[in-house]
C-alpha cells in the first residue's frame, strides 16, 4: 500500500527500511500460516527496489534478523516448518556474502531460536547447532542472546562441551575475550549502528 502511495505522487508514504521491517516484524508475530516466504517475499521486494535506485531501502543486517525472526516463530506442519529451515539458512548464507552487514550475535541467536523450534532433537540438529556457535565464536558475537539460546536448547554436556562452563554458573565474562569481541549488547547500542549503517 506505501508503495502504491508512493508511486501515485504522495511523497509522505515513501517505504524505507524501517517500514519494511516493520511489516516484516508485524508477519512474524501474526498466527497466519506462510509467515517464512511472506517475509521472504517482502524482503525480496524491498531488495528489488533497492537495486532499482532506491537507497532508502538498502539492506542491512536488522531486516536479514527479521526475516529470521519470521522463520523462528514458524507455527505449522512439518512441510512449513522445514521450509522455515531453509529460508533461515539461505538468508544466513546470503548475509555472509552481502555488502550490508555481517551476522550479529542477534543473527546467531535468532537462528537458533530457528534450530530450537523447527527441528526435532537429533544429530543432525546437534551438529547444526555445533557448527553454529563455532562460527559464532569465530565471529565475535557470543553475548548474552545467544548463550541464552543456547542453554534453553541443548544438554548440559553439550553446553560444557561447546562453553567449557556449566549452564548453571555460566559467566559471559568468563568466556575467551576473541569469541565476544564483536558483540553489541543493548538496544540503543544496535540502533546507533544501524543508523550508522544508513548513513554510509
Not at 506505501?2 to 508485524?26: Q, T, W, Y
Not at 565464536?137 to 548463550?147: A, E, P, R, S, T
Request: net charge negative; aromatic share 8%.
Amino acid at each position: 500500500l506505501m508503495e502504491k502511495l508512493f508511486e501515485e505522487g504522495n511523497e509522505d508514504v515513501r517505504p524505507d527500511v524501517h517500514s519494511f521491517c516493520s511489516v516484516i516484524n508485524a508477519w512474524a508475530r501474526s498466527q497466519k500460516p506462510g509467515k517464512a516466504d511472506r517475509a521472504l517475499n517482502l524482503f525480496r521486494e524491498m531488495k528489488k527496489l533497492h537495486d532499482a535506485g532506491n537507497e532508502s531501502l538498502r539492506p542491512n543486517v536488522v531486516a536479514y534478523n527479521a526475516v529470521m525472526n519470521a522463520c523462528a516463530f514458524t507455527n505449522g506442519d512439518v512441510q512449513e516448518n522445514t521450509r522455515a529451515v531453509e529460508i533461515a539458512h539461505s538468508i544466513l548464507k546470503e548475509l555472509e556474502q552481502s555488502e550490508h552487514g555481517n551476522p550479529d550475535q542477534v543473527t546467531y541467536g535468532t537462528f537458533l531460536r530457528v534450530v530450537a523450534s523447527q527441528m526435532p532433537e537429533c544429530d543432525s540438529r546437534t551438529q547444526v547447532v555445533t557448527f553454529l556457535f563455532k562460527k559464532c565464536c569465530k565471529d565475535g558475537q557470543v553475548g548474552n542472546l545467544v548463550i541464552q539460546q543456547l542453554k534453553g536448547m541443548v544438554s548440559e554436556d553439550l553446553f560444557l562441551s561447546l562453553t567449557g562452563q556449566s549452564p548453571s554458573e555460566y559467566s559471559i565474562a568468563d568466556l575467551p575475550p576473541e569469541w565476544r569481541c564483536n558483540v553489541v549488547e543493548g538496544k540503543w547500542r544496535r540502533r546507533r549502528r544501524f543508523e550508522g549503517e544508513r548513513s554510509d
